[in-house]
């Protein structure tokens, strides 16, 4: 038997569908304009951000796993501080589940399809211009303190930092205090500091007691330790038709050893903040705390990081400009690639033509910013796609029909899928995705470009996970 709907229920869902179709074809008019040279607004005479600029980078930090975006773990006592003086967004989306995509994004404010490096192990190509680069050709001091894995020289993200320090994986055991030694020394300086750490990326092995400081009462599988290697396993049997799960217990050793990296992590941050205010550089410089990407815990099955739920691309993004301000907390979806832009206007920069971000600085000055898509793409699985805009956030993939709808604000772990009931939500944010896919695809940097890497380097990152 067929339903037969009511004229008024027809003219209702036409109405709805065609408003949806003039909002996606707005949206990705916007895209179109974001091609060009952000122009939010002309550059202010008066810098917003007119010293130092500091970003602090923690690889693989979950948004939701800190105090500050709702956590009831004690995480995150430093940064929560810091987001206190601080502008922080609520929904901020990472271009890639991975490292060297995501951050190529970051710094480059493109996305990954147009700089190339769709997947780990690519390399920036030369032609794409970093933020580093336009920092440093405005005169700013130029340093990165980085913790090796797809960071190191050879995929070329050193493009624009006149000195970078790699660590040997060590986290900021190792560089910690050099970055600081670095920051007294430079102090009177006008620089563009990044400093990025796995310290929060499995093995999930932060030294003690931060290691174990959220372990009591868990009683996991003897002998299991939530190592790259055992996580792997479980990863890539998502693959394949027999996936496996961690255990009820296993599960919550490994969340709760990845908080004690956070824990350990934030310790840094808080002592990295104390030397800035010691310097008395709180009141001239500009500091940023921000994630590549996140970390999945069986949301949707898996573990680690190579799935586009919120649960992996959305970020933390804190922005506290010189002096602070009173934790403002901004609602406007945004992307990583907004970050390159935002920094420029801020600090009165020029931008290069082309970027695909745009600035952010009217919401830091209290002005509304109209709703753009927040687009994130991985190789994996088909292609994915995924895109919030809105209420709502939608996954598909090129190379089959699965599709995933879900209301993110009040769904934020994604567990319920709408398309099924909203199929005129699901049709045309997929139309804006394939209409993204031609803009980015007409503008793409071409075949990715492979780095020559050394045994050890090679090595190292198959301990990380990243290879095989």
Same mark, same amino acid.
């Given at each position: 038997?067929?339903?037969?709907?009511?004229?008024?229920?027809?003219?209702?869902?036409?109405?709805?569908?065609?408003?949806?179709?003039?909002?996606?074809?707005?949206?990705?008019?916007?895209?179109?304009?974001?091609?060009?040279?952000?122009?939010?607004?002309?550059?202010?005479?008066?810098?917003?951000? $007119?010293?130092?600029?500091?970003?602090?980078?923690?690889?693989?930090?979950?948004?939701?796993?800190?105090?500050?975006?709702?956590?009831?773990?004690?995480?995150?006592?430093?940064?929560?501080?810091?987001?206190?003086?601080?502008?922080?967004?609520?929904?901020?989306?990472?271009?890639?589940?991975?490292?060297?995509?995501?951050?190529?994004?970051?710094?480059?404010?493109?996305?990954?399809?147009?700089?190339?490096? @769709?997947? @780990?192990?690519?390399?920036?190509?030369?032609?794409?211009?970093?933020?580093?680069?336009?920092?440093?050709?405005?005169?700013?001091?130029?340093?990165?303190?980085?913790?090796?894995?797809?960071?190191?020289?050879?995929?070329? /993200? @050193?493009?624009?930092?006149?000195?970078?320090?790699?660590?040997?994986?060590?986290?900021?055991?190792?560089?910690?205090?050099?970055?600081?030694?670095?920051?007294?020394?430079?102090? +009177?300086?006008?620089?563009?500091?990044?400093?990025?750490?796995?310290?929060?990326?499995? +093995?999930?092995?932060?030294?003690?007691?931060?290691?174990?400081?959220?372990?009591?009462?868990?009683? $996991?599988?003897?002998?299991?330790?939530?190592?790259?290697?055992?996580?792997?396993?479980?990863?890539?049997?998502?693959?394949?038709?027999?996936?496996?799960?961690?255990?009820?217990?296993?599960?919550?050793?490994?969340?709760?050893?990845?908080?004690?990296?956070?824990?350990?992590?934030?310790?840094?941050?808080?002592?990295?903040?104390?030397?800035?205010?010691?310097?008395?550089?709180?009141?001239?410089?500009?500091?940023?705390?921000?994630?590549?990407?996140?970390?999945?815990?069986?949301?949707?099955?898996?573990?680690?990081?190579?799935?586009?739920?919120?649960?992996?691309?959305?970020?933390?993004?804190?922005?506290?400009?010189?002096?602070?301000?009173?934790?403002?907390?901004?609602?406007?979806?945004?992307?990583?690639?907004?970050?390159?832009?935002?920094?420029?206007?801020?600090?009165?920069?020029?931008?290069?033509?082309?970027?695909?971000?745009?600035?952010?600085?009217? /919401?830091?000055?209290?002005?509304?910013?109209? +709703?753009?898509?927040?687009?994130?793409?991985?190789?994996?699985?088909?292609?994915?796609?995924?895109?919030?805009?809105?209420?709502?956030?939608?996954?598909?993939?090129?190379? @089959? +029909?699965?599709?995933?709808?879900?209301?993110?604000?009040?769904?934020?772990?994604?567990?319920?899928?709408?398309?099924?009931?909203?199929?005129?939500?699901?049709?045309?944010?997929?139309?804006?995705?394939?209409?993204?896919?031609?803009?980015?695809?007409?503008?793409?940097?071409? $075949?990715?470009?492979? $780095?020559?890497?050394?045994?050890?380097?090679?090595?190292?990152?198959?301990?990380?996970?990243?290879?095989?």
């Amino acid at each position: 038997m067929t339903d037969t709907l009511s004229p008024a229920t027809v003219r209702s869902r036409q109405r709805r569908t065609a408003g949806l179709r003039v909002f996606g074809a707005l949206a990705l008019a916007l895209i179109l304009a974001c091609s060009k040279p952000p122009s939010a607004e002309a550059p202010s005479a008066e810098p917003a951000f $007119p010293g130092p600029i500091l970003v602090i980078d923690l690889d693989t930090l979950r948004a939701d796993h800190l105090g500050c975006y709702g956590y009831d773990r004690p995480t995150s006592l430093h940064i929560d501080q810091l987001a206190s003086e601080a502008y922080r967004f609520e929904w901020a989306y990472g271009q890639a589940p991975d490292t060297a995509p995501s951050h190529s994004s970051t710094f480059t404010s493109l996305y990954p399809s147009v700089h190339g490096v @769709n997947y @780990n192990g690519a390399r920036l190509p030369d032609a794409v211009t970093t933020m580093a680069e336009v920092f440093s050709s405005a005169g700013y001091l130029t340093a990165a303190f980085v913790d090796g894995g797809f960071m190191i020289p050879e995929f070329n /993200l @050193n493009q624009g930092f006149q000195h970078y320090a790699v660590s040997d994986w060590g986290g900021f055991y190792q560089f910690g205090q050099e970055a600081i030694d670095w920051i007294t020394e430079h102090a +009177d300086k006008k620089f563009f500091l990044w400093i990025h750490s796995y310290d929060v990326h499995a +093995d999930y092995y932060a030294p003690e007691p931060f290691r174990s400081y959220f372990t009591d009462g868990i009683t $996991p599988t003897p002998g299991f330790e939530p190592t790259v290697r055992e996580l792997e396993v479980i990863r890539r049997s998502h693959f394949g038709p027999e996936p496996l799960q961690l255990n009820a217990e296993d599960l919550a050793f490994t969340k709760a050893r990845y908080d004690g990296g956070i824990r350990y992590a934030d310790y840094w941050v808080g002592r990295i903040l104390d030397q800035i205010r010691q310097l008395g550089l709180d009141r001239t410089a500009t500091i940023i705390l921000l994630s590549d990407h996140g970390e999945e815990f069986q949301e949707h099955g898996s573990v680690q990081h190579d799935r586009l739920y919120t649960t992996v691309t959305r970020i933390p993004l804190l922005i506290r400009p010189p002096g602070g301000t009173d934790g403002k907390v901004i609602d406007t979806v945004v992307q990583a690639l907004d970050l390159m832009p935002t920094l420029l206007d801020g600090a009165g920069i020029e931008p290069p033509t082309g970027l695909q971000g745009r600035s952010l600085m009217p /919401l830091l000055r209290g002005k509304a910013l109209r +709703d753009l898509p927040a687009i994130s793409e991985s190789p994996y699985f088909g292609h994915r796609r995924a895109v919030a805009l809105g209420e709502y956030r939608f996954l598909a993939a090129r190379g @089959n +029909d699965r599709r995933e709808l879900f209301r993110f604000r009040q769904d934020p772990l994604e567990q319920i899928e709408l398309s099924a009931t909203h199929p005129d939500v699901a049709d045309n944010l997929y139309s804006l995705l394939e209409s993204w896919q031609d803009v980015v695809d007409r503008r793409s940097a071409g $075949p990715a470009e492979m $780095p020559n890497l050394d045994d050890e380097t090679v090595e190292g990152l198959k301990a990380l996970g990243y290879l095989d």
